[in-house]
Every structure is written in structure tokens, then in C-alpha cells.
């Protein structure tokens, strides 16, 4: 197992080739990301119909877990992310103390530290990655958490935006396992107007001429289409308050145009094209209501977790409405809104009143007897 | 004057040669947008320098101008828009009564009607079209008013998103001119957020290979563009609510899909996109406060009309904040906030409920005395 204090020379890495392999790109490397762990699945088939073969699933753990094996939290992440990005929230201080729990954070597949169109060699590599769904992330990491670590109860399953899709989807596939859940600015079922961001998302990617259906021979021969695609996000991904007030001072940027490059490019320019589209398209399609026939409601009826659904309250894509729309099926439930003029990016907790607020909400959920 | 028994063969057209002529499209005819008038200036000198030579505005008018020349109500349009776009909130049933009022829908210096990058030769036509402000377009209005009609009183000044920008102008410009305002869906200061939002689609047209640097031989190549332009609006120009509820049913169009193509799509494929930039960079830029050195609440505290602040209470960047914010600094001002779905897009009144809602509140300000 790993913990904050293991370095990636410590890692046994049967997949650190799929990590350290890959097109023309030193972004998905266990120096920024890691240290990481790796469970390796020699098949593993995906719920479209094709097959992952050594498909392999990085993952980061904080702290032990104890005898009973009662004690583990699971915490996905969110598009463009990886392990590393939700980490602040784990520490002695913060909403999850290792001393107490055992915390593994799963890599997305496609997300560039599992298996993803960058490190995946033909016939699967590039554009011609196969289509991925939430469900699959959340039935590797079933594997992962009952045959690497024998888990069959999680204290906890919480995530933002895509990790809340991730969240939703093992409350309502392991309802018995799943004690807690806090799914944080995102939805169960995504809403139309994310499906139609997503499109123009994917849209903006494929825009650049050299984007070449998935074939790029460097991910930096589509910069401009990452540019535009991550100027969507600057507007949407944000708020009109945060403009006004002019926000993004509070936290060091010298004017408007040094925080759209600091700050939105600088995220998601070093990233390759083709695992961004993998995600996007399991962001655009996740639906928790796929194994009850398109039924949502008996699928969030199904939930057994004590639940904190927890919008951001200027979120222009899973806004509190929608997500609450959801809160009122889930039987356990309560609606935690977050106000931060960050909008959907708020859980990256520029400004620390936000991430204060999040983990008072999550320490309050962890205290919840269930 | 025009009324709307006219028909296109009765009006005087010195300008019509600029309406019928240009570049490769069929979209901006008296036929689809008539019947118009046109107003013409030997010489129009632009804030940023250029001078714009045998400048016409094209414009259309309701009712009859009375004798004391004190019943005229000015409505300009929005971004993408003409003349006859707001021409369903004229008439007997309607908010603007024209057995009442003597009502003028000037077109924009660049809209398509009026003097525009496709119907303008070189050395200014297409790419080179100069920059042109909303005070610009004001001063020109008022030339119209003052010098075609003699009016010097305003009853109301209207408009939405755009033209809230040109209400707001004309409000701060001729403060004892304008009697009464209601700007709506828009503000006086364009919001950074709104500023984003134009860089967003402005570089959506351009990132069309045959955008040319705006020397397409056809608009119609640049249809790419155009649509990508179209499918962010889509998102940002309606609302989540919306298209959970899926209100556009209500409407008459028959799939998500079909709203796509035959609502936005629809909208915005026919038009020229070099006339929508010169739009776009317009709506960028707009600021009362350019006459008092950038001083926003002494150039608000010029304005003299008793003022109607109406923004939709979903519209994401015409925020109801921002414009309250500003609200705050208008002397005789009041807001009035418009529930819809529809979010910045309310104003067209595909749910007769926001035009029953928004006229009742024009009624309102029609009928307070100043």
C-alpha cells in the first residue's frame, strides 16, 4: 500500500509503463501525479462491447487499512483530473484524516495515468480508444477495492463533478457497500445543457486542423484547440461574480489576461487531446438510471448511503436545481449547497473559505451514525 | 414614414442598394426584414478615427409622429438582430401601442440593413470594416432623430441584451432626452464574464478554415463557424431549466436535435460573419462610462429617465447582480426581474408568458409620470 510518505521508487509498477509511455507528453508522470499504485486486469470488458486487455488502473492510498477493514474511503476524481488534484482534501487537518481512514483514490481509465488513448498502443491507442463509461471506472474499482484490498463496506464515496457522477454510480450499483456518499458539484444523470457543454467542448478540441481524428503525433500540435476549449471553461466553469468582484486577485493573478493563461490554459494545455475526449464523453453520457431501464427514480431510490448532495450555488451546468431535483428521489438524503462565487471550480479551493466549508460538510457527514 | 401597411415598393430607398447588395447572401433583404427607411450621412466620423462615407442607417417606424413631436419611443435591437426582431412588442395589443406612440427601430451600423461589412465596398468592406462603438451608433440615432424627425423628447428608450447597451447609452449621452428607460437583459458596463463570452464566440467563427481573415468569397463556407458560434449560445443564451424541463416541446419543435438545428442553428446560420463580428466587437466593448473618464456611477448618475432595470432571472451573463449592481447607481430606478426559463433568451417571447410579463412592466413605465 501507499502512503504520503512512499516515493514512486518505492511503487511496484506492473503498469508504470502506461504511465511513463505515451505520445509526446511528460504531463502524466508519476513525478507530478504520483506516488501511485497499480491494479492491472488481464481482461477486462467494457460495457459498449469491446475489450481492455492489461488494462490498468492507477490509484494513490493515505493512510492503513485496519483489521476489520471497515475504515476505507474511496475518492474519484473529476474531468482533467487526476489522484493528485483532490489530495488537499486528505490530511490531519482537512475533511479526511488518514490516522483514521483509509483513503484510495482511483484514476479515471482515460485519464492518462490508467490505461488512456496516450499510453495505449494500437489497435487501441489514440482515436481509436474505445468508448468508456462511468460504469466501467466504477466496476474496475469494485475490483480493485474487493480483490486487491477484500473491502466490502466503504465509509465514504465522494467526488466532484465527474467524481460525483463516479459517487452516484457506486451508490446506486453497491448500494450495501456504499455508507456515505457526498457527491459534490455534479449529478447523477447528466442534465442536458453539461451534455450540450460537453459537445461543445469536444467541438472546440476538434476544431483545430490539426487535431487529425485523434492522430496528432504531439499533443501540442493541437494547443490551439486546447486554448479554445479551455476559454469555454474560463466562462463556464466559473461565475459572473467571480469577474465582477474581480476574484481572481484574492489568489494571485496580476490581471484578467494573466489569469486566463495562468490559470485556465496553464490547467489544461499540457493535457492530451484524446484522453480529455475519453472523459468527456463519460462525463456527457453518465446516467445512473442505465441498469433500471431509465428509471432515475428507482435507481436513487436504491441508494442506501447516508447522502449530502452539494452543489456549488453559481454552478451554470449542475446547478443547485438540478442537483436537488435528484436529492428529492434519494432517500437518505440532505441538500448541502456551497456558496462561492467560484462557481463549478470551487471545490479546487483557491479561495480556502470554500474548502473550509467543504470539509465541514464532509467531517459532519463522516459523523453521521449509519 | 413607414407604418406597417407599407410595402417595400413605397419606400424611398436611398440606401437600399445597401441592403440588397453584398457578398453571397439572400439574408438581409427588405423582404425578410422590411419595410425599412434609410437615413443617410455624407460623412460619420467613428470614435476610433475612421471615417465611415455615405453612412445609412436603415430604420422602420410605427404610428405617426404628432404635432407637439413628444410621442416618440425609440427601441433598438439586440446583437444578431434587426429592426424587425422587436417589432412584435408594437401594436394595439402589444406594449407599445402605435395609435399612441410614434415608434423607431433603428438598425445597427453593422447588423446586415444598415451600413455593414457585406454591403460596404472596399477599402472598408468584409475584413476591413472598421471598429465601431454603441456610442457610435448612438450618435448616429440621434442625428436620425433630431435631424430626419425634430424630435428632442424621448418617451421611452427600450432594448434588449444590445440593446439595453444602446438604452443605457442613450440614457447617459442625452440624459434630458430620454424621458424613460428599460433596458433589459443587459447593462450599462458589458460584464468581464460577458467579455469572455464574446471572445468565446468570435474566436468559435473564426476558427473556421475559411473564415479567411473575413475574405470568404460566400458566407455560407464559413457555415462551421457560424454553427459552432450557434451550439455556445445554445448553451449560454438559454438556461438549465430550460432543457431539464424541456420547454422548447412547448414550442413546437420535436427532439433536443431538431431544437438544435431548427431554433439556434436556424437563428444564426443565414447570417454574414463579418457583420456579426462587427457586432460582437461592439457589444465587447460597450461602457457608459467612456464620457466620465471610466467612472461608472458618474456616468449612471447622469442619466435623468425614470429607469426600469430588467434583467431574466436565469440569463448567465447578463447577470440579475450585475444589473442590479448597476441599478443601484441610477437615481430614479427600479428592478424588475423576469422570471423565465428562457434565460437570455426570454425576450424573444417563444413562451407568451415572458412577453405578457415583460409588457406588463413596459406598460408600467409607459405609464409613470415623469
Redesign the interface.
Known amino acids: 500500500m501507499t502512503n504520503e510518505n512512499q516515493t514512486p521508487a518505492d511503487t511496484p509498477s506492473p503498469g508504470a509503463s502506461h504511465v511513463q509511455t505515451g505520445i509526446g507528453t511528460n504531463y502524466y508522470t508519476e513525478e507530478l501525479h504520483g506516488p501511485l499504485e497499480f491494479f492491472s486486469m488481464d481482461t477486462f470488458e467494457l460495457e459498449e462491447g469491446e475489450t481492455l486487455r492489461n488494462c490498468t488502473i492507477a490509484y494513490a492510498t493515505f493512510g492503513e487499512l485496519n483489521d476489520a477493514k471497515d475504515n476505507a474511503v474511496l475518492f474519484p476524481h473529476m474531468y482533467s483530473g487526476t489522484s493528485k488534484d483532490m489530495e488537499m482534501y486528505i490530511s490531519e487537518d482537512a475533511a479526511v484524516d488518514p490516522n483514521e481512514y483509509f483513503v484510495i483514490l482511483p484514476n479515471q481509465i482515460g485519464n492518462g495515468l490508467s490505461m488512456s488513448p496516450h499510453n495505449t498502443p494500437p489497435p487501441y491507442g489514440q482515436g481509436d480508444f474505445p468508448k468508456v463509461r462511468i460504469s466501467d471506472d466504477i466496476r474496475a474499482q469494485h475490483r480493485l477495492v474487493t480483490e486487491e484490498f477484500g473491502i466490502d463496506e466503504l465509509q465514504l464515496v465522494l467526488g466532484w463533478s465527474m467524481g460525483a457522477q463516479q459517487t452516484y454510480e457506486w451508490a446506486v450499483r453497491y448500494p450495501e457497500m456504499v455508507k456515505r456518499a457526498a457527491p459534490i458539484g455534479g449529478t447523477a444523470r447528466n ?3 453539461s451534455r ?2 460537453v ?2 467542448l469536444t ?2 478540441i476538434k ?1 483545430d ?1 490539426n487535431w487529425d481524428e485523434g492522430y496528432y503525433s504531439d499533443p501540442r500540435d493541437v494547443r ?1 484547440g486546447l486554448q ?1 476549449h479551455a ?2 471553461w ?3 466553469g ?7 468582484q474581480e476574484k481572481w486577485r484574492d489568489v494571485g493573478f496580476s490581471s ?1 489576461s494573466d489569469f486566463m493563461h495562468a490559470f485556465w490554459d496553464e490547467w489544461f494545455l499540457p493535457m492530451d487531446p484524446n484522453n480529455l475526449l475519453c472523459m468527456a464523453w463519460k462525463w456527457q453520457n453518465a446516467d445512473v438510471s442505465r441498469i433500471t431501464d431509465g428509471d432515475l427514480e428507482a435507481a436513487l431510490n436504491r441508494i442506501e448511503a447516508k447522502t449530502y448532495v452539494m452543489p456549488f450555488e453559481q454552478d ?2 449542475f ?1 443547485v ?2 442537483c436537488q ?1 435528484e436529492e428529492e428521489m434519494i432517500p437518505d438524503s440532505e441538500l448541502r449547497s456551497i456558496p462561492t462565487p467560484w462557481g463549478h471550480f470551487g471545490m479546487l479551493g483557491l479561495d480556502p473559505t470554500d474548502k473550509e466549508f467543504i470539509e465541514e460538510r464532509i467531517q459532519e457527514l463522516l459523523d453521521e451514525s449509519v
Open positions: 442534465p442536458v445543457i450540450l457543454l459537445d461543445a467541438d472546440a476544431s486542423p490551439r479554445r476559454r469555454i474560463a466562462i463556464i466559473a461565475s459572473d461574480a467571480l469577474y465582477r484578467l451554470m451546468f446547478t436545481e438540478s431535483h
